[in-house]
């Protein structure tokens, strides 16, 4: 089955210059007055609409932009409860602190099976119907062995890219035993859940683990053949993005903080495809009021930089990668054409995926129609719902 999306106004495909699907995104690239076809969920062609070839269906975009899904690659979504009222309260001027995960904890312990499914369900479908075609989601809040597999396993219903958040805080029964939670996690914990997991995650930062503790985590998690992510100087100076890098990871996510050397370490660790992406969630700045990362800094360096939601019932709770991208632009300085990139291709590198995050012949197709006439309308209309339809393998749906 073929289907002809045609009558694009601006096409946004982030192809690579040769146009070989297997090395992953290029830069932002985009045509206009274009057309595309997808068939067995792939994008077949790309090219100006008068020269398209027949296909089985045909979609009129009647001069919307079409761009590549977004690939939200920082997710929190196994949980139960919420935390609306911590919210009210920072805005009411108490500063944001690692502990209130621990809420969370017990509210998610406490929680059946159908609860955390339902809410995981709810959650991607609001992603979906907001462009998001490809998520990360991460375990964390549960610090039990059953628990935490509990949430990977669930998490693997969504996605295929499941995090092991076991290492997110050290839970109130192991507050006298750090060493002892650590070795929980590095040893069973990890053994019950790297089969439902591709990455392992840690939260380097005062108040969770120190760069000792979170480069034993990432080792533990790498020997039991997990890829290594790490949440780094989100709350203040750190060595997170150091423990990154030198752990080879694929992403050091916040990057709030950074040191000269931090910046320097992140813009010389390997090229796009192999390097430690910097992840800014710039929705975490707005709902916490801490000052928003200095892309242009890092993006000056030379560091791939990832647009993602962070979406968790604590420090922000958006699913909106339109509302990252228009942050990324107004607060951060980021041009429209290098917050979609971050949000889409960027993304893709942080997950290591070659395949997503661009519309080269032989990518997913997972794409996203707007209703504007180019990618700028998702910062320059920002909260406006303007997601048209999400192809997703090649599936359409029409939030
Ligand atoms: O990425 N930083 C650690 N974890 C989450 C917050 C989780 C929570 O507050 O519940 C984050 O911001
Ligand atoms: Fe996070």
Not at 345 to 368: C, E, F, K, P
Request: glycine share 10%.
């Amino acid at each position: 089955m073929s289907t002809l999306i045609t009558n694009i106004g601006e096409l946004v495909t982030n192809a690579a210059p040769d146009d070989d699907p297997g090395q992953g995104p290029g830069p932002f690239a985009a045509l206009t007055g274009a057309a595309l076809v997808i068939d067995e969920g792939r994008v077949a062609w790309t090219g100006p609409a008068g020269q398209a070839p027949a296909a089985d269906e045909a979609v009129d975009c009647r001069g919307g932009a079409v761009l590549p899904g977004f690939v939200d690659s920082h997710a929190h979504l196994v949980f139960a409860g919420e935390r609306s009222a911590e919210f009210a309260a920072r805005m009411a001027g108490t500063p944001y602190q690692a502990g209130g995960i621990r809420s969370t904890v017990a509210a998610t312990r406490a929680a059946p099976d159908e609860v955390l499914r339902a809410n995981l369900a709810r959650l991607t479908r609001e992603m979906l119907a907001q462009g998001t075609t490809t998520l990360e989601c991460k375990s964390g809040y549960g610090l039990t062995v059953p628990d935490e597999a509990r949430a990977v396993a669930l998490a693997a219903e969504v996605t295929p890219e499941v995090t092991f958040l076991g290492a997110h805080v050290v839970p109130p029964e192991y507050e006298g035993d750090r060493a002892g939670y650590l070795d929980l996690v590095c040893g069973p914990m990890l053994t019950a859940c790297a089969p439902h997991a591709r990455w392992v995650d840690v939260f380097c930062e005062r108040g969770a683990f120190d760069a000792d503790e979170a480069a034993a985590v990432l080792a533990a998690g790498h020997a039991a053949g997990l890829l290594t992510r790490i949440h780094a100087n989100q709350l203040g100076p750190g060595p997170g993005v150091q423990v990154a890098v030198t752990a080879g990871a694929a992403s050091a996510d916040h990057c709030t903080y950074l040191s000269d050397a931090d910046v320097d370490a992140l813009a010389s660790s390997g090229p796009p495809s192999s390097g430690t992406v910097a992840t800014l969630l710039p929705g975490v700045e707005f709902s916490t009021r801490q000052p928003y990362p200095d892309a242009r800094r890092l993006l000056a360096a030379g560091v791939t930089v990832a647009l993602a939601t962070d979406c968790n019932p604590g420090s922000c709770f958006t699913s909106s990668m339109p509302l990252c991208v228009a942050l990324a632009v107004r607060e951060m300085r980021m041009t429209t054409q290098e917050a979609v990139w971050s949000a889409t291709a960027g993304g893709a590198r942080a997950l290591r995926r070659s395949d997503v995050g661009h519309l080269s012949l032989g990518a997913r197709a997972d794409l996203m129609l707007l209703d504007g006439p180019s990618h700028t309308y998702l910062a320059y209309r920002p909260a406006v719902p303007l997601i048209r339809a999400v192809w997703q393998g090649g599936q359409m749906s029409r939030p």
